[in-house]
């Protein structure tokens, strides 16, 4: 104890930064629960995927998509998401996964979808980094 508390005297910046970090990372995830819903683990989406068929969608860049996205994933980038949301699903009832990156963009994208009437909408958490991460497949086609 006495090791730790020296080196908080010996570096307040680096406590200082260790403690906003965290309290970043729990900020994020209260929003994301608060604001998207319940946020799908790999798992989870594997589950959703195999059992319901939703429509995936891939908030990223087009260039992004063409390196690698889940397999029947539509590309709708965030910025011109609204133009697209006539062709994510006629059936707005049908469950959506929606994924970005890493998992903090896919949020606002969900929340877009809500407000457009879409019911079942759910962001998968850690995005494509963690579906690539988990060693699930992804394509280029």
Same mark, same amino acid.
């Given at each position: 104890?006495?090791q730790?508390?020296?080196?908080?005297?010996?570096?307040?910046?680096?406590?200082?930064?260790?403690?906003?970090?965290?309290?970043?990372?729990?900020?994020?995830?209260?929003?994301?629960?608060?604001?998207?819903?319940?946020?799908?683990s790999?798992?989870?989406?594997?589950?959703?995927?195999n059992?319901?068929?939703?429509?995936?969608?891939?908030?990223?860049?087009?260039?992004?998509?063409?390196?690698?996205?889940?397999?029947?994933?539509?590309?709708?980038?965030?910025a011109?998401?609204?133009?697209?949301?006539?062709?994510?699903?006629?059936d !707005? $009832?049908?469950?959506?996964? =929606? &994924?970005?990156?890493? @998992?903090?963009?896919?949020?606002?994208?969900?929340?877009? *979808?809500? !407000? $457009?009437?879409?019911?079942? =909408? &759910?962001?998968?958490? @850690?995005?494509?980094?963690?579906?690539?991460?988990?060693? *699930?497949?992804?394509?280029?086609?």
């Amino acid at each position: 104890m006495d090791q730790f508390l020296e080196f908080i005297r010996n570096h307040p910046y680096h406590f200082v930064a260790l403690g906003a970090g965290v309290l970043a990372l729990i900020a994020n995830e209260l929003h994301g629960t608060l604001t998207g819903g319940k946020r799908l683990s790999v798992s989870e989406a594997v589950r959703l995927i195999n059992d319901r068929e939703p429509v995936i969608l891939d908030v990223r860049t087009p260039a992004d998509f063409k390196r690698g996205h889940l397999l029947n994933a539509q590309n709708a980038p965030l910025a011109k998401l609204d133009e697209h949301l006539t062709r994510v699903a006629k059936d !707005k $009832s049908r469950p959506v996964l =929606v &994924y970005c990156a890493i @998992g903090s963009s896919s949020t606002g994208a969900v929340e877009r *979808l809500r !407000k $457009s009437g879409y019911t079942e =909408v &759910y962001p998968l958490r @850690g995005g494509i980094g963690a579906w690539v991460s988990a060693n *699930l497949p992804v394509t280029t086609k």
